[in-house]
């Protein structure tokens, strides 16, 4: 096979250029490379600060909701507390109780209530 002489001559410079290029290729890639990767390290963060204020915000719903609790039921004891001593005074007092009150004891408070009113405006 016969080669001929220019092509022999002009070989080291194409494999030089080729060469050349095939590096230039390269390092394009890696440079892309390292930037993807700087861009991936930068969204990693941010959705990391994100998730933290999620979570913070989540533990600030869950005090809030454990507060609204405890107070809910400190309310609810309350109340039950005043209906047992509503319900031990009106034992104790049934004349006190209004629905309970009798014909005799109705007419005595409306004199009562006339007698102090007389007083009030006499003076």
């Not at 993807?36 to 915000?57: D, I, N, S, T």
């Not at 007092?93 to 408070?109: E, K, T």
Request: aromatic share 8%; glycine share 4%; net charge positive.
């Amino acid at each position: 096979m016969f080669v001929p002489a220019w092509a022999i001559r002009l070989a080291p410079y194409i494999g030089g250029a080729l060469l050349i290029v095939a590096a230039y290729v390269w390092a394009y890639g890696r440079g892309v490379d390292a930037e993807r990767g700087k861009w991936q390290k930068r969204e990693a963060a941010a959705v990391e600060a994100a998730q933290a204020k999620e979570r913070a915000l989540q533990a600030q719903v869950d005090a809030a909701g454990v507060a609204l609790s405890e107070r809910s039921t400190a309310v609810e004891r309350i109340r039950e507390k005043a209906q047992i001593v509503t319900r031990n005074f009106y034992v104790e007092n049934p004349a006190s109780n209004v629905a309970c009150l009798d014909a005799s004891r109705l007419r005595h408070i409306s004199e009562s209530d006339t007698a102090a009113t007389a007083a009030s405006a006499a003076k």
